[in-house]
């Protein structure tokens, strides 16, 4: 039978390691409009109009922006999420993700 000092460090050896993380990255594209992208952030990430804006705006002149950093399930089902949404609704708009 193991000892409490045995239990104690077979405990301290199990410990897990935190997930990988991903980032989930929003693309530019010339036929979304803005408005619709604000509303994605704001639906999707939980973004206050201020800050639904300027990552929109990073989209639009950069390219490309993070709207978050989740785990590989919940970054998967977010990027499912919006491009369902887009699709409903006409838009190209598109989103992946990448290893943080």
Same mark, same amino acid.
């Given at each position: 039978?193991?000892?409490? @000092?045995?239990?104690?460090?077979?405990?301290?050896?199990?410990?897990?390691?935190?997930?990988?993380?991903?980032? +989930?990255?929003? =693309?530019?594209?010339?036929?979304?409009?803005?408005?619709? +992208?604000?509303?994605?952030? @704001?639906?999707?990430?939980?973004? !206050?109009?201020?800050?639904?804006?300027?990552?929109?705006?990073?989209?639009?002149?950069? $390219? !490309?922006?993070?709207?978050? =950093?989740?785990?590989?399930?919940?970054?998967?089902?977010?990027?499912?999420?919006?491009? $369902?949404?887009?699709?409903?609704? $006409?838009?190209?708009?598109?989103?992946?993700?990448?290893?943080?």
């Amino acid at each position: 039978m193991a000892t409490r @000092q045995e239990n104690i460090q077979l405990l301290e050896r199990s410990k897990t390691k935190p997930p990988k993380m991903y980032k +989930v990255i929003l =693309l530019n594209d010339d036929f979304t409009t803005m408005e619709f +992208v604000i509303e994605v952030l @704001q639906a999707f990430f939980s973004m !206050s109009t201020e800050q639904a804006t300027q990552t929109m705006l990073k989209v639009h002149n950069e $390219g !490309s922006a993070v709207c978050g =950093l989740y785990p590989r399930d919940i970054a998967e089902t977010k990027v499912r999420q919006v491009v $369902g949404y887009a699709i409903q609704r $006409g838009h190209p708009l598109k989103c992946r993700m990448e290893e943080n």
